[in-house]
């Protein structure tokens, strides 16, 4: 017989099977997504931007009426919501529009004096509140006769009496008269320009008189 060579056990470099190749898209940012939690970020901050301005104001301080408890050019931040919440408390400084004024006047900041229903007094160039003599800590010097004349006011129902803290330089309500509620703005809380100046604005007790409306 002839001899026959043995039949090839490797195939062909034609019949090689080609195995597929699996390939994976590459992960990438969504364009999208991104700009998304950029636009909510901004969304946020303009929120409480916007939150923060309706619960509170900045107020400049103009003039020596209030020294020695503030000084012209000291910025503090004034708290609508403490008014929402309660009204305002004796010895507490606030803001407000005052009454009988153009409206192109700047809102004023003193002290509250008296609350409604009470009496203020000026006798001796000292301050009384339902017949007791304010203990006043705060003013910047005694009273003049020319600013604390003998005079009353009895507040109505809803009216507030303020005072500055420098009674010989301050317009207030021994001018104009009691302030409605609805014309105060808000407490005056912190004092926080100019920084040297940071402070807590100071809120009076007077622990050891204890008023009673008439």
Avoid at 122 to 145: A, F, R, S, W
Wanted: hydrophobic letters at 40%; proline letters at 9%; a negative charge.
């Amino acid at each position: 017989m002839d001899n026959v060579p043995p039949l090839s056990t490797t195939p062909s470099e034609s019949a090689v099977a080609v195995q597929p190749t699996l390939t994976f898209a590459r992960p990438h940012l969504s364009q999208s997504g991104f700009g998304r939690e950029i636009w909510e970020t901004i969304v946020l901050i303009v929120a409480i931007w916007a939150l923060v301005n309706l619960a509170s104001v900045r107020f400049i301080v103009e003039g020596p009426s209030m020294q020695p408890t503030f000084h012209t050019g000291q910025v503090l931040v004034v708290s609508r919501v403490n008014y929402l919440l309660t009204n305002p408390q004796r010895g507490e400084v606030a803001v407000f529009n005052a009454p009988n004024v153009s409206s192109d006047e700047p809102p004023y900041i003193k002290r509250v004096i008296g609350l409604p229903g009470d009496t203020i007094e000026i006798k001796d160039m000292m301050v009384y509140v339902n017949g007791q003599q304010l203990n006043e800590p705060y003013i910047n010097e005694p009273c003049e006769l020319r600013m604390c004349g003998d005079n009353s006011w009895t507040l109505g129902p809803d009216e507030y009496f303020f005072m500055g803290d420098n009674r010989n330089h301050s317009r207030d309500s021994r001018v104009f008269g009691g302030v409605k509620r609805e014309r105060i703005i808000g407490e005056a809380l912190i004092r926080y320009w100019p920084p040297v100046d940071w402070a807590l604005v100071s809120h009076i007790n007077y622990p050891d008189q204890p008023f009673v409306t008439p």
